[in-house]
């Protein structure tokens, strides 16, 4: 039933809805309209359709909708935070300054995130009682913790925040907003004493699944006639007895309908391109 303009107003977890689809009703529509007898695929199993719409959703995040989420966190005193439980790739880390600005940080490459075995005084390793290398705090992260906090609000100019002033040095380093490491595999960001005492935000691309489940899950409508497409070019593709031809065919209209998604999914407004262009006249000394 649809909604009133008062209760979509004064619910606010109906804000945006009318962008999404339920992954759920996809999935419905897709046994509905796709399987049949006399259609391409005759039978499919319901659990098939999910993987491949859940992984299709998948490659939708990654390629396409570019789910940018961010998280705001406050920088504890070992400089250390745990990354997002959604977390699959990063876009960019900043610290957020007094007027809520954010300064970009840099990959630090000089130093590592390391593990430290614990040693006896004659720098044996030391094992537990299975066997294992007992480990303690890294003297990288002992250092990196005691350092006093820098003072970045002197630093106002954009030539000194991204440039420096002094020739030959080596711009790839050159940044005074601060540098992180990453340990994907134990899952934390180790952040460098310049944004000691500092907000953070990690920006991050997410696979859209969260966790969730089909009733769950939504869809850009936008994106809805790939995901058909998707989900049946990849049953296709294993599905036995199926002609070659088909299968190219099916593959053929992913393509398009993934080509045609992103055309419509562009976040281009022809405003932002005459802004743009306002410099095109402009003399170059």
């Known amino acids: 039933m649809a909604l009133t303009d008062q209760q979509y107003y004064n619910d606010s977890s109906n804000w945006g809805e009318n962008q999404f689809v339920l992954l759920k009703d996809i999935i419905n529509n897709f046994i509905a309209f796709y399987v049949g007898d006399d259609k391409v695929i005759n039978d499919v199993q319901r659990y098939d359709v999910v993987f491949h719409a859940k992984r299709g959703l998948q490659e939708l ?11 705001e966190l406050e920088l504890p005193d070992d400089l250390q935070l745990e990354l997002p439980k959604d977390f699959v790739r990063l876009v960019r880390l900043s610290w957020v300054d007094d007027r809520g600005r954010l300064h970009p940080m840099m990959m630090d490459t000089e130093t590592t995130i390391a593990k430290a075995y614990l040693q006896d005084d004659d720098y044996n390793i030391i094992f537990d009682n299975n066997g294992a290398a007992t480990e303690g705090t890294s003297v990288i992260d ?31 380093k050159t940044n005074v907003n601060g540098k992180y490491n990453i340990d994907k595999n134990l899952g934390y960001i ?23 489940t089909e009733d769950e899950l939504k869809v ?22 199926v002609q070659e031809y088909i299968v190219r065919r099916m593959k053929n209209e992913a393509f398009a309908a993934m080509k045609n998604m ?21 003399w170059i000394k």
């Open 61 to 71: 995040h990654y390629d396409a909708l570019k789910d940018v989420r961010a998280l």
């Open 142 to 172: 002992t250092k990196l913790s005691q350092v006093s906090t820098v003072d970045n609000d002197q630093f106002t100019n954009l030539d000194y925040e991204f440039f420096g002033g002094r020739f030959g040095m080596a711009t790839e």
């Open 190 to 212: 180790r952040f460098s004493s310049e944004v000691k005492g500092k907000a953070v935000v990690i920006e991050y691309i997410t696979d859209g699944l969260e966790y969730l």
């Open 220 to 241: 850009n409508k936008l994106a809805e006639d790939f995901l058909y497409k998707y989900i049946a070019h990849q049953i296709i593709q294993y599905k036995f007895g």
């Open 262 to 282: 992103k055309i419509r999914m562009m976040d281009i407004h022809p405003f932002d391109l005459v802004h743009a262009m306002k410099g095109r006249n402009k």
